[in-house]
Structure formats: structure tokens, C-alpha cells
């Protein structure tokens, strides 16, 4: 299980859309399909439904969600703490601003922004 698999899960749960994901993402949809599945593989067990005409959430899936968003919360957080403390001048050139969020409509701040 890989980060980058759960923020993903996280975001084809929330739109139930591979497709709708993908976009959001930034991805290409065969690179959201493949993530899922590797996701799926490393626990064992399906977390989509994917027989009916819409997508759903397996029961799997449903218990993963609020442990994924968890994970990602606190990933995010201990990000924003260690941007807050590492002086400006040692950041890393492009980093994002302290407080920027990596949701579904954040995109990367550009170092040079105020």
C-alpha cells in the first residue's frame, strides 16, 4: 500500500469516477485504473463494485476511506509543520506555500507567488 495509491482511491471514492479521478488528478485514466488495482492486490479484496452502471464502494472499500483520508490528513500536516519551520531560504526551490492544500482543486502554488 503506497501513498499515491491511497490519495487516489481517496479521489475515485469521492467522485466515483475513474475518469472524473483521473482529470482531478492529472493523471492519465489507465494510470488511476492501474493504481486501484495494485491497491486492491496489496489488500486483498475488490473496494469498487464495478458490475452496475455506476461505480460504488465495495464494503471494503467503506472501511478503508476514512483510514485513507486519516493517512493523507496527517501526511498533509506534518508537511505544513516542516514548511513552517525550515526558514524560507533553505526551502526548496517551486515548494508550495506553508498552508497550501494538496485537495482536489489545489494545484501547485509556484514558488514565486506572493
Given at each position: ?33 492501474a ?17 452496475r ?6 464494503e471494503?472499500?467503506?472501511?478503508l ?7 493523507i ?21 517551486g ?10 482543486s ?9
Amino acid at each position: 500500500m503506497q501513498f499515491h495509491q491511497l490519495r487516489t482511491f481517496r479521489e475515485v471514492a469521492a467522485e466515483l469516477s475513474f475518469t472524473q479521478a483521473a482529470k482531478n488528478l492529472h493523471y492519465a485514466q489507465s494510470t488511476v485504473t492501474a493504481q486501484i488495482k495494485n491497491l486492491e492486490e496489496a489488500v486483498g479484496t475488490e473496494l469498487f463494485d464495478r458490475s452496475r452502471r455506476r461505480l460504488a464502494l465495495t464494503e471494503a472499500g467503506a472501511r478503508l476511506l476514512p483510514h485513507a483520508e486519516r493517512i493523507i490528513e496527517i501526511a498533509e500536516t506534518a508537511r505544513r509543520e516542516i514548511i513552517l519551520s525550515t526558514p524560507p531560504a533553505q526551502r526548496p526551490r517551486g515548494s508550495r506555500r506553508a498552508g497550501a492544500t494538496t485537495g482536489r482543486s489545489a494545484g501547485p502554488v509556484s514558488a514565486g507567488r506572493p
